[in-house]
DNA sequence: CCTCATAGAAAACGTTGAGTTCTCTAATGC
DNA sequence: GCATTAGAGAACTCAACGTTTTCTATGAGG
C-alpha cells in the first residue's frame, strides 16, 4: 500500500516472463477466493500482482482470457480415473472428484466463465471447450471398462447415455449454486447412470 | 434523435403505470433482440422506451431485474401439455416447446440471465426459480399420465430420472450455444428418457 | 564490460455505463 | 380547480475498462 517514503518503484526489481505470468495468475486467483469472479477487476489484479495493467493488457485480451489461463495453470489432472472394479464404484469416484474440483477456486473460475460465454457469445468458443468433453471422455473409458469386464452390454452404450450423469451434475451445479451432497451423486448414479447401462445396482460397502 | 426545434420535451405527453412499463419491456426485448444480452445498458433502453433512467431505477434495481421481468412478461405459457397418447410424443412435444422458446428473444434473456447468476451469487436466487422446476413438474405430469396407461411402472418414477431429460436438453443449450436439432431431441427420448422409465421405443409415426 | 532493444512499473488519460439527483411539468385523484 | 404523484431529460459522480506515456531494469549481443 504506502510505500517506504523516497523509494521510487522504477528503480525497484522487475520480474518478467514466465515469474511474472506466475505471479499474475497467483493474483488472479487469490482475488477469485476473495471476491469471487464477479469481484475481479484487472486493476486489483494487476496492483495485487504489482503489475502494470500494461502488462496484463500485453499478454491478454481481456479479463476472460487472463482467468481462462489462470484456471488452466491451478487445473489438476483429473484424467486419471481410478479403477474400483465396478461401474458404480468408477462413476462415483469421478463425480466426487469433479465435485472436488469445484468447490475450490478452480471451480468459481470455470463457472464464472461460463456465466461469461452465456453472455457474450464472441468469448464463448474457447472458453466452452474448457471443462467440456472432459468428463464425457472419462465416463467412456469407465463404461468401456465395465463393458470389457462383462458388467454391461456395448450395444447399451450410446453417446447420450454416455452424457447422462455428466448432465445431471452440471446442472445440479449450475441451478443449485449449493455443493453436491455425495446422496445427490449416488441418486445420479444409482437411478440414471446405472440403469441406462443395464448394470443392477447391487448393494456395495461405499465405492 | 434530433428534436423538431422548438419542441420543449417537458410539453410532450407521458406515459405511466402500466403503460409505461409496458413500452419498457418493448425497448428491453427489441435491444436484446438488436444486440443480445451483453449488448444491452439501461441507457439505451431508457431512450429507446423514450423513459429516463429515473423511471428505470425507480422500478428496478438493476439491469438484471429489469430483464427478468420484460422475460417474464413475454413468457408464454409452456405448462400446457399436449396429451398425444405416448410418453415417447409427449415428452417430445414438450421438447420441441421448449426448444422453440429458447430460440426466441425470451430464449437469449433467459440464457443472460443464467449467466448473470452465474457470475454474481447474489443476483442468483431470484432468477434461478425462473425456468427452473418447470420443465421437470411438466415432466411428472407426463410420465403420471404414462403411468396411469399403463406405459411404465410407477416404481420406476423418481425425481432423477425425471430431471435426466431435462438436464440433457439445457446441457445442450448451454454448452453449445447452438439451436438444438430434432435429432437431438430424439436421441434423447430414445436412448434415455424411455429407458429410465422401461419403456421400449417402438417405432411410432412421428410424434 | 559496454550497448541496445525489449519489456515492465507506475501514473495519467479518454470512454463507457452504472446509478443518483436535480428541475420542470404532465397526469391523476380529490 | 388544486395538490400530489410520477415522469422526462439532463447533469453528475463513480468505478472500471483499455490505452498511452515516461522512465528504467533486464538480458542479449558484441
Not at 489438476?76 to 481410478?82: G, Q
Not at 472458453?127 to 473409458?141: A, D, K
Not at 469407465?142 to 448432465?167: F, K, N, Q, S, W
Not at 445431471?168 to 451445479?173: A, F, G, K, N, S
Request: charged letters at 25%; a neutral charge.
Amino acid at each position: 500500500m504506502t510505500r517506504a517514503p523516497g523509494t521510487d518503484h522504477r528503480t525497484l526489481p522487475r520480474r518478467r516472463g514466465a515469474a511474472l505470468n506466475s505471479a499474475i495468475f497467483a493474483a488472479v486467483r487469490a482475488e477469485i477466493a476473495e471476491s469471487g469472479y464477479a469481484g475481479l477487476t484487472m486493476e486489483r489484479v494487476a496492483e495485487r500482482a504489482r503489475a502494470s495493467k500494461a502488462s496484463l493488457y500485453r499478454r491478454w485480451p481481456g479479463r476472460a482470457a487472463l482467468v481462462l489461463d489462470a484456471a488452466y495453470d491451478a487445473m489438476p489432472d483429473y484424467s486419471s480415473t481410478p479403477d474400483t472394479g465396478s461401474l458404480r464404484g468408477d462413476v462415483l469416484a469421478l463425480m466426487r472428484q469433479i465435485v472436488l474440483l469445484l468447490d475450490g477456486v478452480v471451480g468459481e473460475a470455470m463457472i464464472g466463465l461460463l456465466g461469461e460465454s452465456l453472455q457474450n457469445p464472441d468469448a464463448a468458443a474457447q472458453i466452452r471447450e474448457f471443462g467440456r468433453g472432459n468428463m464425457v471422455r472419462t465416463m467412456r473409458e469407465i463404461v468401456g471398462r465395465a463393458v470389457a469386464r462383462g458388467e454391461c452390454d456395448a450395444g447399451l452404450v450410446t453417446e447420450r447415455r454416455l452424457e447422462a450423469g455428466p448432465a445431471l451434475l452440471r446442472q445440479r451445479v449450475i441451478f443449485s449454486g449449493l455443493p453436491v451432497s455425495d446422496d445427490y451423486l449416488q441418486e445420479v448414479v444409482d437411478d440414471v447412470v446405472l440403469p441406462l447401462f443395464g448394470v443392477r445396482p447391487e448393494v456395495q460397502p461405499e465405492g
